[in-house]
Nanobody
Framework: QVQLVESGGGLVQPGGSLRLSCAAS????????MGWYRQPPGKERELVAR???????NYADSVKGRFTISRDNAKNMVYLQMNSLKPEDTAVYYC????????WGQGTQVTVSS
């Protein structure tokens, strides 16, 4: 049974930083493509960043230069370092894994507000 558990969300002021973590279990992690998606209030879910098993990385244009995705295969963890946060980054952030099929975490709320 695959489980993805996100942590690290919260309330932060504009310009601040947060680091999201996702702990994966029940999946061949080193072979999986891992990603972070977000769903802003009233909008559809969108890709934020993705890292393949070969460590090829893609970012949404809106977060390039501010967010960094990384993975630790020894710990089955994927991270999203978010810097220079803006109010428009407010969303529920979801961890995503793809290995033979797609899996989702339960999400963690990130709110950027003064």
């Amino acid at each position: 049974q695959v489980q993805l558990v996100e942590s690290g969300g919260g309330l932060v002021q504009p310009g601040g930083s947060l680091r999201l973590s996702c702990a994966a279990s029940g999946i061949r992690f080193s072979s999986a493509t891992m990603g972070w998606y977000r769903q802003p209030p009233g909008k559809e879910r969108e890709l934020v960043a993705r890292i393949t098993y070969g460590r090829t990385i893609n970012y949404a244009d809106s977060v390039k230069g501010r967010f960094t995705i990384s993975r630790d295969n020894a710990k089955n963890m994927v991270y999203l370092q978010m810097n220079s946060l803006k109010p428009e980054d407010t969303a529920v952030y979801y961890c995503n894994a793809y290995y033979l099929k797609e899996y989702w975490g339960q999400g963690t709320q990130v709110t950027v507000s003064s």
